[in-house]
Each structure stands twice: as C-alpha cells, then as structure tokens.
C-alpha cells in the first residue's frame, strides 16, 4: 500500500529539487527521472513556464510524496509506480522531477510537478477533489502492482508516520480504541467508562467534547477523531448493548445490485437491518426484471452477448482515449520547445557571435540554458529543418482536445452502461442459483 501527501511550493523550488534528487538517498541519481523538463534544469524550466502563465498564484510548484508500506515493494518498482501516477494525475501537461528515496525504513516517491501545466499554462487547482484522485489512482496502481490497499476511509488523512504507528501497535489512538473496547462490556454506563480509564492512567478533559491523554502522550484525543463507534453517542449506545449500524442508504434509481444477506455483518447484528434488505432486495429483483424487459433482453444468452458487445466497445474507446491523450502529450512538449527555440534563437545567435562567450554567458546562463534544452528536445524528437508553426499546432492541440472530451463522454456512459449490465447478470445469478447453469437457455 502506499499513503500520499501533498504540499505547495512557495519559494526554494531549486533546494527543494536538489533534496529529492540528492545521489545519496536516490541510489547515486539511478533512481531520479524527469519530464517535460531536464533533472538538472528544472528550476529554471519551471520558471520560463510560470512566465509564460503570467505568474499565476504565489506556488511555484507541488509536492507530492508517495510512501509505501516497508518491504512490500522494490526500488525500481517503486519509480516506476510513481512514474505513473504522475502520469496519469498531471495529464502529459505539466513538467515533474520524481525519485525514489531508499534512505530510510520505507521507500517513498518524490514527485515535484510545476504549479502550471506547459500546454495551455493553466493552474494546478490542488483540492479535496483533486487529492481524491491522487489517492484513487495510487490505490489503483498499488492494486494493480500486487502491493495491499488502503481500505476507504480507514487512514484519510493519516500522516504516514501515525498509519505505521498503528501497524506496529505503537498508536495512541490504536490502544485507546482497544482500551474502550475491552472496557464497554464489563461498565454500566458512560460515566463508569471514564473512571475505568482514569483508573488505566488516561487523562480525562470533559468539556464540550471528552478528551483523553495517555502517559507519555504530548496531545489530548478527543472521543469523535477515533471514528463513528467511538463518539460519545455511540460509545453510550453500545455500552446498553446496541450495535452502532449507519442508517440505509436511500433508495437509488436504476438497477443495483442484490444485497446478500447471508453473508452481511449488518444483517447479522441487527435484525431491523436484515428486514429492510430484504424488503430492498425485492425492489431490486423488480427493477432488474424491468431493465430486461425495456432493453429487450429475453434470454441469458442474450445478456452475455450485450455485455460482451459492451465490454468491446469500451476496451476499444479507451484505447482511442489512451491515444489521443499520447498524441496530445507529445504535441504539448513540441510545442513548448518550439515556443522556447523561437523566442531564445536570436539570443543565442548573439551569444555565438560574442568574442566574450564567458562573459556574455554570465549575463544570459538561464536562457542559453533553456535554449540549448530545447534545441536537444527537438532533434531527440526527429524534429529537423524549417519549423513546424507553432499557431498550427495550438489549433491541431484544441482540435484533439475537444475530440479528447467527447471520447471521455463516450467511455463514461459506456461504463455505466456496462455496470448496469453487469449488475443485472449478478443479480440474474443470484435469483436463479444454483439452477442458472442448466436454465440459462430458457427464456428469462
């Protein structure tokens, strides 16, 4: 598994790259990649870019910190992963240094990523929904890597050293959680808790929310930081021998999946929940039967043909998808190169023609830097002779970009569709079982 963490860069972006890419945590700069820009020329690559954006915001970049669990994955694997989800978070678009730091206990990523993107010089918008993707898409990558995954909600907001304090026993939370716990079957109520813990050595501070401090512990706990079983309500509640169960979820339109009650915790706690599913259970048995009858769907065969057809058309659009935003991330780099040669080439000439190189250098190192960088893009990238037009290319970028849109539009109704198909073959099953195999010929 691995926990994320992000943070802005106001100013010292060049010692802050400097210290991700120091040889001695990054296995002598073998574990250290870029993109869009040089390892040793990031900084100023940043800076030309924050120009052209007109200096948008006060952040001169992001940073971005990737923490696996120890042991569970191997440097290069590591980079690679994290290769990755910068890939994908920042869309070809933005320019990044990453490295692997192997110095410590736990192998963990560094991504630092410029505060706006080099294709239409927008701003990276870091919020609650833009740090909900970083966490989904490192999930996924983790998962899909072999390596464990942070269960949903159970550690958002956890800082990596408070989620390895709990996986070693050492958190404070961790063993009040089992202090309460062990303490709610044998107390006659809230009050009798609390004295129960005092008589452990915890602190108690009551006030508009309680509080508890552990021996040793520098800051109090309050009770609703432990989680939805640990408030004062829900602490009472259980002490008088009720289990603490969220209310049902509304009911959704459209077809859902059937709940199975056999195997539900829930159900199996509380017997008001196990009626409702049952009685939901029957309305999503009509609502399946439903959606068959309006898609035209009379036979199992048919089902497995239509999700089959489904399956097809959106592994093919997501490869199209997968194309065009390629196609767009190199275009995005040519173009800035482009961009950079034209604008520097008449600096450069006069820096050519100088009889004092050394001297004209010292007054112009940044951009003959930034030139050079470009010009070596350039012909890495084939790109020789007269030019391509910069005004072409923005115009063929705008093009690829709307077609990118109408593509996402297409794979996400196609997903829908496919999850609602997929819903409807589970439930199908479930009614039918285990007679499904020897009636899926039949009519439905």
Known sequence: ????????????????????????????????????????????????????????GNNLAHHLIQAFEPGEVEYEKAHAIGKQLADEILGGKYEYVISTHIDKGHVHNHIIFCAVDFAEHKKYISNRKSYGFIRRTSDR?????????????????????????????????????????????????????????EAEGYEIKRGKYISFRAPGQERFTRCKTLGEAYTEEAIAERIKGKVITKEPKPERKGVSLLIDIENNIKAQQSAGYERWAKIENLKRAARTMVFLDQNGIARYADLEQKIAALQGENEQTAATLK??????????????????????????????????????????????????????????????????????????????????????????????????????????????????????????
């Open 1 to 56: 598994m691995a926990i994320t963490k992000i943070h802005p860069i106001k100013s010292t972006l060049k010692k802050a790259l400097d210290y991700i890419t120091n040889p001695a945590k990054t296995d002598e700069k073998l574990l250290v990649s870029s993109y869009g820009c040089g390892i040793e020329t990031a900084d100023i690559e940043f800076e030309k870019t924050l120009q052209w954006a007109m200096n948008k």
């Open 141 to 197: 990558l983790c998962k899909e890597n072999g390596l464990s995954v942070v269960i949903p909600g159970a550690d958002r907001g956890k800082h990596y050293a408070e989620w390895d304090a709990q996986r070693k026993g050492t958190s404070y939370k961790a063993k009040l959680k089992i202090a309460i716990d062990k303490l709610i079957p044998v107390s006659a109520d809230l009050d009798d808790l609390l004295r129960r813990l």
């Open 323 to 444: 194309d065009v935003e390629r196609r767009l991330s190199d275009m995005a780099l040519l173009i800035k190169n482009i961009t950079t040669y034209k604008e520097l080439k008449p600096l450069y000439d006069e820096y050519k023609k100088s009889r004092d190189k050394e001297k004209y250098l010292r007054g112009h190192e940044s951009e003959i830097i930034l030139f050079e960088a470009a010009a070596k893009a350039l012909k890495a990238s084939g790109v020789s002779g007269k030019l391509p037009d910069p005004a072409k290319l923005k115009a063929e970028y705008k093009r690829l970009t709307a077609e990118k849109d109408a593509l996402y539009t297409e794979y996400g109704k196609l997903k829908k569709q496919l999850r609602e198909y997929d819903a409807v073959k589970q439930n199908i099953d479930s009614i039918l079982h285990p007679a499904r195999g020897r009636e899926q010929e039949k009519a439905l």
